[in-house]
């Protein structure tokens, strides 16, 4: 199962200290962590959602770190590319993935996929037993399509103004995190259902 | 892609006002009234979603309005449902009237209400009542009905599976278990309605019923699975998809070894049924639910590993093959972890694989769980499983470090398979030399995994070459990074950098040196005799940011490595591994901050082994005297020389090894007095900073230990200690910088001068005997003395 999909910075924000990144999306599958077990059970509501909120920053700080280091290492230059060029986009964009320890910040271990398309980060993170190749085809399925349908590689917001879609399309492709073994006529009717969608 | 815009936006979503907050739910709540959602309310609802999720407190909506969107949940409408349901994820569930789990019509729940009840849930009573329902529903449903209302059944329960598998009963898991095997292996084989003729029903003019295809055109001789392609689709064949997507976990969970245990009082009689119907899977109609459903699981993955041979049309579809390869071998040595009989009709397929993909790189992360299989099985099955790590330990680093994916997988097979590797594949230990080339390319990603791993590559037998090659990771990494760019550069000289490092690599002269660095296993040789050739090659590279990463962690993997060896080494090996620390504190690839810190790593580590072998100092004197004789040291590798020469004067003594003769006493006391002599009569040498008065300060308690164990030399201490009194009562001097600093120099002489001066007092404060730096209070009566003068002290204080 997916834990959870975020975007993120991971260029420097005005607003945050050096290594922070500003999460634009983030979307949590399945119930909290650690609600189930023992040591949780004395939180209330509200500081349950706020421990979710700090993990999901925790792992977006990770990955922004695990970018700027990749990114550092192979020297290459992050070129802007403008709307309509999203395949271009895509296939420039530098991908990895992060191991998340134990309690750092899910109880288990898990594996932090990550796709760096210019200034924003797109990660999926996963348990331990994951088939990594097919999150991997997710991810890159998901981000082209977030790319497309919300036109981030223009100066809009609307990835904040319209998470609405995202939410569509992850229920279709990502639902519940549920990894899919699609081929291709059975994504192209999800795509056509998620387009359907997005037309009104 | 991030603008200023986004970035106001969310500033304002989080600095709103109550007052406005206010009038913005009764706006809105006043625009939900209407049964359609116009442009601006949907705009609206985004807007309050955004407020909502913004700021990490929570905000809690009027009542009035949290009911309206509750409400909106069941709207049959797919956008109020999904904003809605964003909404409400944002918000604190409602107190008094909570969603009931229990509720009837939660059966009919759409995905989007599904998954906010899933988050909401707080016990795994709230997960047992949703699974009810969800299974309730999946009997007893409709015929007709939208196509897609029941695909989010299994991901939801996947989903419960993953935090509590005890949610499901016996009979649900028994239910389950036979709707899986309904979808798996008995979906229909014709097509679907075509999604483009729309609706669900077909007229009677609709086309002939086609089977399904291949991916790779032709028509399907067997039966439907995730590689099979049709125009349309029927509501099995896409459950089929689902049942797929989740058959490992929940084999995982409710199939693994353990969970049989209840399973006892009917183990006998199946047992007999397995092994029967393992021959012929015509009769396993006879099996009970688990088991059919493995058969099944069986025949399916054995069905993909046959279509995954086919060319696919498109390259989706080829990515999709190899994911559907990983699944399958995965799903295969589960069952066969469970049913161990299936082992003999699973290897055959299982080598075959192997042999057809084994040749392409590009496969490499299907072998990986190929590689878990033989690791697994290959034992029970008597299978030769050379060729396979040959590929995963030989193959794989050499050619696909640099691949991200790989590295974390294969590391991740290691770190789970220690123990298993370390007895079924003992060349294991011979291959850090390639394993290491993942962290050379890829320190912050890598490093994590190597702390894991790397005690389980120390081995006695190769220890010192794997110090030697720790040393060098940096000039593997620079290495690595030529190699990378050799392929990728031209010959020609690009425009503007000169790469005098990459002219090097390609320069035949040079070929052995840099093919000894990428070398695959250990055993050729701990170093190479040309290593300050190959440094100075690569000086260029010491700017690198892949190179100065890698230097950034060869620290922590040497206080593994030096962690791990002190408990299996003999004291043998661990002489040989002050000797190379010593060589090699001067055999460095030059990158600033590097050197410094190995050099601390080294003195920390040499105190560690000196302590625990004493003798060690006495057996390595002659190298450990010419390191501390050479005045060069003192300012070259300041830190590392004060700890050799602490050493020397601490365990240079009869008590700890009783070959050490008073001649050696001499000659080390010689060799050091002539270095404090040098350093203390001049300035430091051009381009060098005075020595730290530690060095100074411990050079001088050196001697006077050495001293007090052979009083002969004491007057020659003295003498030395009366001059630097004397010499330093003049004013500054030429070696000492720092006023302060002088005068603690000269504190320490003096005091030294004055336990000198009783020359038997001298040796036991100097080095005092071990029982009195190991005190046992209150183990020792002797020393219990402190305690009975306390005791006494507070039974006569409170009279």
Redesign the interface.
């Known amino acids: ?1 997916v834990r959870c999909f975020l975007i993120h ?1 991971v ?1 420097p ?3 945050l200290s050096a290594g922070e990144s ?1 999460v ?1 999306y983030s979307r ?5 962590d650690g ?2 077990s023992e040591r949780h059970r004395d939180f209330s ?2 500081e349950r ?2 421990l979710q ?2 993990r999901v ?1 925790a792992v977006a700080r990770q990955v922004r ?2 970018i700027s ?2 990114r ?4 290459r230059l992050i070129v ?1 590319t403008l709307p309509g060029e999203e395949n271009l986009a895509l296939q420039d964009a530098d ?5 998340l ?1 134990a309690g750092d910040p899910f109880s288990e271990e898990t ?1 932090a ?1 990550w796709l760096g ?4 980060g797109f990660t999926l993170v996963c ?3 994951e ?4 999150a ?2 997710t991810l890159r399925n998901l981000t082209r399509h977030c790319l497309e349908h919300l036109h ?2 223009g ?3 609307e ?6 879609r995202i ?2 399309l992850l ?1 279709r492709l990502l ?13 192209q ?1 999800l795509e ?1 259902e998620v387009a359907a ?1 997005m037309a ?1 | ?3 200023h ?3 106001s ?3 304002q979503a989080r600095e709103i006002q109550e007052s406005e907050l206010q009038k913005f739910y009764s706006r809105l709540m006043k625009m939900l009234q209407g049964k359609e959602l116009g442009h601006d309310t ?2 609206s609802l ?2 309050l ?2 407020i909502l999720s913004a700021t ?3 905000r809690t909506l009027p009542l009035e309005l949290q009911k309206r969107f509750v409400a909106l949940l069941s709207s049959p409408a ?2 109020h449902q ?2 809605s ?2 909404v409400l994820r ?1 918000t ?2 409602l107190t008094g009237q909570e969603l009931n789990y229990n509720q009837d019509n939660l059966g009919q729940l759409n ?2 209400a ?2 906010l009840l ?7 009573g709230d ?1 047992s009542s949703l699974c009810t329902q969800l299974l309730r529903n999946l009997e007893s449903r409709p015929s007709e009905g939208p196509t897609h209302s029941l ?2 059944t ?3 329960l ?3 599976l ?3 598998p005890e949610c499901l009963s016996e009979d649900q898991m028994t239910l389950v278990s036979k709707k899986l095997v309904d979808w798996l292996r008995y979906a229909s084989v014709m097509q679907g309605v075509g ?1 483009s003729s729309g609706g669900f029903f077909t007229g009677p003019r609709s086309r002939q019923p086609v089977p399904i295809a291949e ?1 790779d055109g032709s028509v399907s001789g067997d039966f439907f699975t ?8 029927t509501e099995d064949q ?1 459950m089929n ?2 049942s ?3 058959l ?2 929940w084999l ?1 969970t409710y199939h693994s070894s353990c969970s049989t245990v209840d399973a006892d009082d009917r183990s006998e009689v199946d047992g007999s049924v397995v092994s029967m119907v393992s021959a012929t899977s015509s009769s396993s109609r006879l099996l009970p639910p688990k088991e059919r459903l493995r058969e099944k699981a069986f025949q399916y993955c054995q069905r993909l590993i046959e279509q995954s041979d086919r060319k696919a049309h ?1 390259k ?2 080829t ?2 093959q ?3 390869l ?2 399958a071998v ?1 799903i295969l040595d589960c069952v066969c972890a469970e049913d161990a009989s299936l082992v003999y009709r699973t290897f055959p397929c299982i080598k075959a694989l192997f042999g057809r993909l084994s040749s392409e790189l590009s496969n490499a ?2 072998l990986l769980p190929i590689a878990q299989f033989y690791l697994n099985h290959g034992e029970m099955a008597a299978v030769d499983c050379e060729n396979v790590w040959k590929v995963v330990f030989g193959r794989f680093p050499t050619e696909l470090f640099n691949d ?2 790989l590295a ?2 294969l590391l ?1 097979f290691l770190r789970l398979n220690v123990e298993s590797i370390e007895l079924r594949v003992p060349q294991y230990t011979l291959y850090f030399p390639n394993l290491l080339k993942f962290l050379a390319w ?1 320190s ?2 890598m490093v ?2 190597f702390v894991d791993l790397l005690p389980s590559m120390v081995t006695t037998g190769t220890a010192v070459e794997l110090l030697h090659t720790l040393l060098d990771l940096p000039c593997l990494s620079a290495t690595l990074v030529l190699q990378h760019r050799s392929t990728c550069l031209p010959i020609s000289e690009p425009v503007g950098r000169s790469f005098v490092s990459l002219d090097a690599f390609r320069n035949p002269s040079f070929r052995g040196l840099f093919l000894f660095v990428l070398r695959t296993e250990a055993g050729s040789g701990d170093t190479i005799d040309r290593l300050s050739t190959l440094h100075e090659l690569l000086v260029e590279a010491a700017d690198w ?2 190179v100065t ?1 890698c230097a950034r962690t060869v620290p922590v993997l040497l206080h593994i490595f030096f962690n791990t060896i002190v408990t299996i080494a003999d004291e043998k090996l661990l002489a040989h591994l002050i000797l190379v620390m010593l060589e090699r504190s001067s055999l460095l690839l030059n990158i600033p901050a590097y050197i410094k810190e190995i050099h601390r790593v080294f003195s920390c580590h040499l105190l560690r082994l000196c302590k625990l072998h004493p003798s060690l100092v006495v057996n390595q004197s002659h190298e450990l005297l010419e390191f501390a004789g050479s005045t060069a040291n003192v300012y070259s590798k300041e830190e590392l020389y004060t700890h050799v020469v602490w050493v020397l004067g601490e365990y240079l003594s009869v008590s700890c090894d009783s070959r050490c003769s008073v001649s050696l006493i001499t000659s080390c006391f010689e060799a050091l007095e002539a270095v404090l002599f040098e350093i203390t009569s001049s300035a430091p040498p051009t381009g060098t900073v005075c020595p730290a008065p530690k060095v100074i300060n411990t050079l001088m308690s050196a001697l006077a230990k050495l001293a007090s164990r052979s009083h002969d030399l004491i007057p020659r201490v003295s003498l030395f200690l009366s001059k630097l009194r004397t010499v330093t009562r003049s004013g500054s001097v030429a070696w000492c910088s720092d006023e302060e600093d002088l005068v603690a120099i000269v504190t320490r002489g003096e005091e030294l001068w004055s336990l000198l001066k009783a020359p038997g007092v001298a040796q036991s404060v100097l080095t005092p005997p071990p029982h009195v730096i190991a005190p046992q209070w209150h183990r020792d009566t002797n020393v219990a003395l402190p305690l009975q003068l306390r005791a006494l002290t507070s039974l006569t204080h409170s009279q």
């Open positions: 199962m910075t260029c924000v005005s607003a500003r634009l949590v599958f399945g119930p909290d609600v189930l509501p509200e959602r706020l909120k700090e920053t770190s695990a280091l990749s550092e290492a192979s020297g802007e991908c990895g993935v992060v191991r320890r594996s996929l398309v210019q200034s924003l348990e331990p037993h088939n990594l190749l097919l991997e085809g981030m590689l100066q809009g917001s990835v904040l103004l319209k998470s609405n939410d569509v229920s639902p519940h995190g549920q990894l899919l073994f699609l081929n291709h006529r059975f994504a009717s056509k969608y009104k | 892609m991030y603008s815009a986004s970035e936006l969310i500033k949907v705009d985004q807007r979603h955004l990490k407190y929570t797919e956008q999904v904003l349901t964003a944002e604190l569930p995905s989007h599904a998954g899933l988050s909401q849930a707080v016990s795994k997960l695909m989010h299994l991901p939801v996947n989903n419960v993953t935090h509590s999604t991916l995730v590689l099979c392609v049709g125009q349309g689709f896409w998809v689902y797929f997507s989740m490992r976990h995982l498109k989706t579809d990515e999709l190899k994911a559907c990983v699944e995965c992360r299907v991200p994916f974390h997988e991740r890829d912050p990603a994590d995994d940011p892949r990463q």
